[in-house]
């Protein structure tokens, strides 16, 4: 980690200035050769201009200079913030490489940082997620992540996991019945309560992966009944054809949506039902596919047509997915006189919302977004630790099944087997934070991080 690295830290050619970040022992040399100007003060911004080869003025900047280790890195670190645009920063980037810098990986920032001592693994690897992160609640959670939530946790249950160690250590040489019987049970119940709490994250991670992923909902309903109206009204704008002609929508139609800091990517589908044409079946197929890896599904009646075929097939399509998905039942048309008979509904999809409107309602289009927010807020609740990686999830999986033996162990007093199993929750338990001492395993993991970072 001799060599200074750089790149340019922000996105390429967007926006009115651009950051160009320098890291190592020679940030501070390359920057006053760059500038011509000697004098940086530690954590102050200096406004300078960058010369090229030919000494002519390239560009008016400012740099900003942060003194070893009090930087991100750990290292010297020197931000150059000049204009916009593609053209100015890619140049003082290559000035930057004539006197001496090398281009960094992408990610390699974060690593130094990270090898430095600076951030332990999960907060490095919240910084890629608050980067990557498709919605404000998973980037105020990460930024929480980064604060040591998660080394916390592993810190507690390690400490709790050594004094049970140490007793079974201690006790390993006394004879069953003078184990104290007390303290073994108070042992277990701080085992079966950490096993609950490693449960809790395992849940909560898997579903609120979510939030960094995006959501997505899935307009469903026979033909004709008002899907694409209600995709065009949610959008505000015209984006799908709308007609009385059944089967108006023949392939899917996706747009994305901002609620509230949540991205929803809306499948407007193709109506619901048998069909004899070929191009529409396939229509068909796919948006029994939209529903199925939707988060939310819209399923769509017309009150103003008679219960029919149609409608009870998609009924039937809709019991079998209430219980794992969010459904809203959306009896459309109410502007027309009622003749669709909606206890047969009530009956069959007991407990799931629904709601009346007419899609030229904007009322009835508010309430959708409140109903879908509201559910989105529950899935958002805070104070949980979030995992994102796969191996993490294994790590706590693995450190389950290790626990649970532990348990049993200890209920025999089989304190040798105890002891082993415990051991390993330690060590599944560390890799949360602390994975592998492994160079190239951290190479993939800061690889996929953006450049400048
Ligand atoms: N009166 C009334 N008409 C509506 C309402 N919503 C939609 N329509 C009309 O119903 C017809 C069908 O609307 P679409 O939005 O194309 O229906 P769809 O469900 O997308 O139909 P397909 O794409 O064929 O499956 C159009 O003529 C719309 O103008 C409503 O709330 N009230
Ligand atoms: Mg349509």
New binding site residues.
């Given amino acids: 980690m001799k060599d200074t690295i750089v790149a340019i830290s922000t996105p390429m050619g967007v926006g009115a200035i651009s950051v160009v970040r320098l890291s190592g022992n020679k940030a501070l040399e390359i920057v006053k050769k760059l500038t011509k100007h000697q004098d940086f003060k530690d954590r102050y911004a200096t406004l300078c201009h960058v010369y090229d080869e030919k000494n002519e003025i390239l560009d008016e900047v400012i740099v900003l200079f942060f003194a070893n280790p009090r930087s991100y890195t750990c290292e010297d670190v020197c931000e150059i913030q000049c204009h916009g645009g593609v053209i100015l920063a890619k140049e003082i980037l290559r000035l930057c490489l004539f006197f001496g810098a090398r281009l960094a990986r992408s990610g390699e920032f974060t690593k130094r940082a990270f090898l430095n001592g600076r951030l332990d693994f999960s907060q490095a690897q919240a910084i890629s997620q608050i980067i990557g992160a498709q919605s404000l609640q998973a980037s105020k959670m990460m930024s929480k992540q980064l604060k040591g939530s998660l080394n916390d946790f592993v810190e507690e249950s390690r400490e709790e996991l050594l004094r049970a160690l140490a007793f079974s250590e201690v006790m390993i040489d006394y004879s069953d019945e003078d184990i104290p019987e007390d303290t073994t049970q108070n042992l277990f119940q701080n085992l079966e309560k950490l096993e609950k709490k490693l449960g809790e994250i395992l849940e909560f991670s898997k579903m609120r992966n979510k939030l960094l992923e995006g959501y997505t909902l899935s307009i469903i309903?026979?033909?004709?009944?008002?899907?694409?109206?209600?995709l065009n009204a949610i959008l505000m704008q015209d984006r799908?054809?709308?007609?009385?002609?059944?089967?108006?929508?023949r392939d899917t139609i996706e747009e994305t949506i901002n609620l509230e800091g949540n991205l929803v990517k809306i499948i407007?589908t193709?109506?619901i039902r048998e069909s004899e044409d070929r191009v529409e079946s396939i229509g068909i197929q796919r948006s029994i596919e939209a529903m199925r890896q939707s988060d939310f599904i819209l399923a769509?009646f017309d009150l103003?047509r008679a219960l029919d075929e149609e409608d009870l097939q998609i009924l039937e399509y809709l019991t079998t997915l209430s219980q794992e998905k969010f459904l809203l039942i959306i009896y459309?048309?109410?502007?027309?006189p009622r003749v669709l008979d909606i206890e047969i509904f009530q009956e069959r999809l007991e407990g799931i919302k629904t709601l009346s409107?007419?899609?030229?309602?904007t009322q009835g289009v508010l309430q959708i977004k409140e109903i879908l927010s509201q559910k989105m807020l529950e899935n958002s609740k805070d104070g949980e630790i979030l995992l994102c990686a796969e191996f993490q999830l294994q790590a706590i999986r693995d450190s389950i099944t290790a626990l649970q033996a532990a348990k049993s162990m200890l209920e025999t007093l089989e304190l040798e087997l105890f002891s082993y199993h415990i051991k390993e929750v330690i060590t599944f338990i560390s890799q949360l934070t602390k994975p592998y001492d492994i160079d190239e395993m951290f190479d993939k993991m800061f690889g996929e991080f953006c450049l400048g970072k």
């Fill in positions: 309903g026979k033909p004709n009944v008002g899907k694409s109206s209600l799908a054809i709308v007609s009385d002609f059944a089967g108006t929508t407007d193709a109506g769509v103003s459309n048309k109410s502007d027309l409107m007419h899609t030229k309602d």
